[in-house]
């Protein structure tokens, strides 16, 4: 499939965003929220097929030693078919050196583990909406 990687927040669709990561069951927010956390992102990365946007994710970093990956999410006809592989790699090249941390949405582990992400036995987190977050799988 042939794509067209972008890495500029400008003339995004935050509406087409915050649908697409409600449409895939994960965390999402009004579509200015949206706008805001990928513009004050380390790397934002979107993925475009026909003009049409079907994928993107975020990392914040301080680039030196710590990142983490947020909103990789793609719209769900077009999942299988790399997209989120690309989406992964264009980020993770952009903070290499930098220990990187993830939460997967519940059922996603192994594609994170296909780029060398592995459990963690104390990872943690304060949910800004916890009952949410228990009906997708993330628990105690």
Same mark, same amino acid.
């Given at each position: 499939?042939?794509? $067209? ?7 995004? &669709?935050?509406?087409? =965003?915050? +649908? ?6 994960? %965390? ?33 970093? $301080? ?7 947020? &909103?990789?999410?793609? =719209?769900? +006809? ?6 989120? %592989? ?48 228990? +009906? ?5």
């Amino acid at each position: 499939m042939d794509v $067209d990687i972008r890495f500029d927040c400008s003339g995004i &669709d935050w509406t087409l =965003v915050s +649908e697409t990561l409600k449409s895939v069951g994960m %965390a999402y927010h009004e579509p200015d929220a949206h706008r805001r956390a990928f513009e004050a992102s380390h790397t934002a990365v979107f993925i475009f097929h026909d003009g049409r946007m079907v994928g993107f994710g975020r990392a914040i970093s $301080d680039d030196v030693y710590q990142a983490a990956i947020y &909103d990789v999410a793609v =719209v769900p +006809e077009f999942q299988g078919g790399g997209i989120g %592989a690309i989406i992964v790699k264009e980020i993770l090249t952009r903070v290499s050196g930098c220990t990187v941390l993830l939460y997967a949405a519940p059922g996603k582990e192994d594609f994170y583990k296909k780029f060398g992400f592995r459990k963690m036995k104390t990872g943690m987190a304060l949910f800004t909406n916890p009952e949410r977050m228990a +009906e997708r799988g993330f628990t105690e």
